[in-house]
């Protein structure tokens, strides 16, 4: 999810697992016609904790890597955009978000790396400065932490 305003970066959400179903609409509506509300993958997770497995809102945080607060909004953004979706015969749709996948077999740690997503060009991180804060010596372009968000692992997500 990318902003256009200055502000904090959005944090990376743990989901339990993707979708395996990224699409619903309604019947008898040729699919030309039908309009789509997105729905982001953290939003879905919000909706599967809350809704579905009963979690209050602080355990369901904690499990997404969140604040209470920060789930809330989540949780309220899954809600309406799923209401308007039935209230108005919209396709509902499910993809985006900054999200990670749990994995019990990967460790917890992220690799003392920084690269550069246009060029590729790896150095080794300095701790207590963000790589984003780094720019890559051969093409001034901004760096990522390898393994973190918005890395190749998790691109497809984004």
């Known amino acids: 999810m990318k902003r256009n305003r200055a502000g904090r970066p959005v944090s990376c959400r743990n989901v339990r697992e993707?979708?395996?179903?990224?699409?619903?609409?309604?019947?008898?509506?040729c699919q030309g016609e039908q309009e789509s509300v997105m729905l982001t993958v953290d939003e879905l997770e919000?909706?599967?904790l809350a809704d579905r497995e009963g979690c209050y809102q602080s355990e369901a945080?904690?499990?997404?890597?969140?604040?209470?607060?920060t789930f809330g909004r989540i949780l309220e953004s899954a809600h309406r955009k799923v209401a308007e979706a039935?209230?108005?015969?919209?396709?509902?749709?499910?993809?985006?978000?900054?999200?990670?996948?749990?994995?019990?077999?990967?460790p917890d740690f992220r690799p003392d790396v920084c690269f550069c997503p246009e060029c590729g060009h790896e150095l080794?991180?300095?701790k207590g400065v963000p790589c984003r804060e780094s720019h890559c010596p051969l093409c001034n372009f901004p760096l990522q932490r390898k393994g973190g968000c918005g890395s190749e692992l998790n691109q497809q997500y984004l």
């Open 46 to 48: 919000a909706i599967r």
């Open 86 to 106: 039935i209230v108005e015969g919209k396709r509902l749709c499910i993809e985006g978000g900054v999200v990670r996948q749990e994995c019990d077999t990967l």
């Open 124 to 126: 080794p991180h300095v």
């Open 18 to 29: 993707m979708p395996k179903v990224t699409c619903f609409g309604p019947e008898g509506m």
């Open 61 to 69: 945080a904690v499990r997404m890597n969140v604040s209470r607060q």
